[in-house]
């Protein structure tokens, strides 16, 4: 595991997918799915949802995105 995420630092083309698509949209999604959660009667799953996995996907992009930047300053 760590060697892959040493080899994916290295690309700035797959750090600006998951920096800037994929890690928010997944964010974007889970928030809305524990939205609903929360609206639909089940409001401890869906505060979870609002607030473990969300951040996660939203540090994970903000990880992403500092990693692509010192690597594009670096060549």
């Known amino acids: 595991m760590k ?3 040493a080899d994916l630092k290295q690309h700035s083309e797959a750090l600006f ?5 994929l890690f928010p949209l ?3 999604v889970v928030a809305v799915l524990g939205f609903f ?4 009667g089940h409001k401890i ?11 996660i996907f939203i540090f994970s ?5 500092k990693n692509r ?3 594009l300053e670096e060549k």
């Open 3 to 5: 060697k892959y995420i």
């Open 61 to 65: 992009a903000y990880w992403a995105i």
């Open 69 to 71: 930047k010192l690597l």
């Open 37 to 40: 959660m929360v609206l639909g």
């Open 17 to 21: 997918v998951l920096g800037y698509m």
């Open 26 to 28: 997944l964010a974007l």
């Open 45 to 55: 799953f869906g505060i979870i949802l609002l607030f473990v996995p969300t951040q």
